[in-house]
């Protein structure tokens, strides 16, 4: 248990970061989902729209350091493999 007051307080941020943390990471898998969702259906031009608001929150969280930089990049990579694959 922290005794000190800075120790106390960085226990409520922490509190506080991980909850703002889940949230993003549970959205980040929501949005794939919907994407994923869209390419099985083979809708090209819904998923290329899903596709770009993935990158979108992908970029964003990756800012914000909630993911690291290369998972983002790799996840992009993958979905845009799909996408490809779906148009071609």
Not at 40 to 57: D, F
Not at 78 to 85: H, Q
């Amino acid at each position: 248990m922290a005794h000190s007051l800075s120790a106390k307080k960085r226990v409520r941020q922490n509190v506080k970061r991980r909850l703002i943390n889940r949230a993003r990471k549970s959205e980040i898998k929501t949005i794939i989902k919907s994407f994923e969702a869209a390419a099985g259906s083979g809708s090209k031009k819904t998923a290329a729209e899903q596709y770009k608001l993935v990158v979108r929150k992908l970029d964003k969280v990756a800012a914000k350091k909630t993911i690291h930089k290369n998972r983002a990049a790799r996840l992009k990579s993958r979905l845009a493999r799909k996408l490809a694959k779906l148009k071609g």
